[in-house]
């Protein structure tokens, strides 16, 4: 057995609280063997913990991965104008190159700040398989399906398309990747072609992604034209059951909050995203009261323009006192637990915990900084105060893809290199 010792640090425990002592990790099984004192003596590799905090690796639960290649490229706009105006017709562009090089740009940014796991809706999803494999990440991937402004076949094809990714590369990468249906909103896939797919990749086993309720204008067309709420609508579909999870829920009501909770269906929360295109502010207190599953991602790098957790929990702690005018909601410990254990459970992985027998997905961060004195409470640094910048090591499924801040699974100027010229190519191709 080869073994890794993350060594002198203090580890966040899964029930929030931070304690001093060595993780030891098995890397052929991928798995954490203990977390406790002095465990390092005969490891094969050592990683130093001294000053710093270890911590489950961060879950990113909703993302557009390889929109890295439009950041920064369409900004101040709502929703409907960005995806219409700006992203669409840009993305109409793309090839199954860029989607590869905007992903490893985007799992580059991802190591680097301490994300482990991610789940991804785009095009193109082999060339995204590709290099989350290359980059060792673990992932949730599925083919996003829009109907909207296709004829009846190109909406069948795109709907296949959504079940054959779900199929064909569940379980590659060693298991990393997994998979899920995803039809992309509830707005923009036909209701008959709900009807048609769902079953299907019920079949399948697969859990059911897609974006819900994130503005006013998901809700009222779908009360308009059908007489019930957005998430009656998707029930009666067959699309809020256990293990599916839904990305924003921002516009969500109480009789929705309790569906979602009695079905076990997730949410994951967006709040960068959901400021920067003035969608609304999500009732993450009431979600997590009323016991549904809540998750933080950070959407596509296009709306954030990040994909950092530590910034998006933050903003999440933020935007829940905000929203309930209590300075007590969303505390600390919340989102903590959200961008961890909360997401790894609303996308489905046994991931967002250390300790014995769990998946060794780790991020350690340096304490040793201005911004992260006094350490009276490292819960709140985490949720507060820690950038990305602060992760040194990170690991997942036990091998080591960056160490002291230097990424071993991907050359980091090659990745930025080619994803730049990628990116210009794209607008130009896109404007012209
Ligand atoms: C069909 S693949 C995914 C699709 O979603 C678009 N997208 C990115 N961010 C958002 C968002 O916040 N709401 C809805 N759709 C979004 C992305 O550009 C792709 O076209
Ligand atoms: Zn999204």
């Not at 590369?169 to 249906?181: K, N, Q, V």
């Not at 549904?292 to 957790?309: E, K």
Request: hydrophobic content about 40%; overall charge negative; charged content about 25%.
């Amino acid at each position: 057995m080869t073994t890794l010792a993350i060594t002198g640090g203090q580890v966040l425990l899964p029930d929030i609280t931070v304690t001093r002592a060595d993780v030891l990790v098995d890397q052929d099984g991928g798995e954490i063997l203990e977390v406790g004192d002095d465990l390092a003596s005969d490891a094969d590799e050592t990683l130093d913990a001294t000053d710093s905090l270890v911590t489950p690796g961060f879950v990113n639960g909703h993302c557009h991965v390889a929109m890295t290649l439009m950041r920064g490229y369409a900004d101040d706009k709502s929703l409907d104008a960005w995806l219409q105006e700006d992203i669409w017709p840009t993305e109409a562009e793309l090839t199954p190159d860029d989607v590869y090089h905007g992903t490893r740009l985007g799992a580059l940014e991802m190591i680097k700040s301490g994300t482990t796991a991610f789940a991804d809706m785009y095009f193109m999803v082999p060339n995204i398989a590709d290099a989350v494999e290359e980059a060792g990440l673990r992932a949730r991937l599925g083919h996003g399906i829009v109907t909207v402004a296709s004829n009846d076949e190109e909406a069948r094809e795109d709907a296949r398309e959504g079940l054959e990714v779900a199929e064909e590369l569940d379980g590659r990468a060693d298991g990393r990747i997994s998979t899920a249906f995803m039809p992309h909103s509830l707005t923009t896939i036909g209701s008959e072609y709900l009807e048609e797919f769902v079953p299907q990749a019920r079949d399948l086993g697969v859990p059911i992604h897609y974006h819900a309720n994130e503005t006013t204008n998901e809700v009222t067309p779908i009360v308009e034209e059908h007489g019930v709420r957005p998430m009656a609508y998707a029930a009666e579909r067959g699309m809020v059951q256990e293990g599916d999870f839904v990305a924003h829920g921002v516009h969500l009501d109480e009789s929705e909050i309790g569906l979602l909770a009695e079905a076990g269906t997730s949410v994951v929360h967006c709040p960068a995203s959901n400021m920067k295109l003035a969608s609304g502010m999500a009732p993450v207190q009431r979600m997590l009261d009323a016991g549904v599953t809540v998750g933080i991602g950070t959407d596509g790098a296009a709306s954030n323009n990040d994909l950092s957790m530590l910034d998006e929990a933050r903003d999440a702690a933020m935007i829940g006192k905000l929203e309930t005018g209590d300075a007590s909601a969303v505390p600390a410990e919340s989102v903590v637990e959200m961008m961890t254990q909360g997401s790894a459970d609303a996308i489905g992985l046994d991931v967002g915990r250390l300790e014995e027998g769990a998946p060794a997905d780790l991020a350690v961060l340096d304490l040793e900084s201005a911004h992260l004195t006094p350490r009276h409470d490292l819960v709140s640094h985490l949720a507060y105060a820690a950038a990305a910048s602060d992760v040194r090591h990170t690991v997942c499924d036990g091998q080591v893809l960056m160490c002291d801040r230097d990424v071993r699974s991907l050359d980091e100027e090659a990745v930025r290199t080619q994803a730049s010229e990628a990116a210009e190519a794209l607008v130009d191709r896109a404007e012209n």
